[in-house]
């Protein structure tokens, strides 16, 4: 996926593209199964836990990603 393209698909659900949510778009679509918080931190090394938090965040308001329940009890 191009840049052009992300971009597109963010405007269209209501978000301004930035770096950030850019990266972390861009990661999300690179893998066919749900990815944790956690992995998405290995994943991207240059973004602290915080900042992938706050875009997973707004996804989540704007109907990018979806929440999927885990069973794992810790």
């Not at 840049?3 to 972390?24: C, D, F, M, W, Y």
């Amino acid at each position: 996926m191009n840049s052009e393209e992300t971009i597109s698909r963010l405007q269209h659900k209501g978000i301004k593209p930035t770096a950030n949510r850019i990266l972390v778009y861009r990661t999300l679509c690179q893998k066919a199964s749900p990815l944790s918080l956690t992995n998405l931190e290995a994943m991207m090394p240059t973004m602290d836990k915080s900042s992938i938090f706050r875009v997973l965040s707004l996804f989540l308001q704007h109907d990018v990603v979806s929440l999927v329940a885990s069973k794992c009890k810790l």
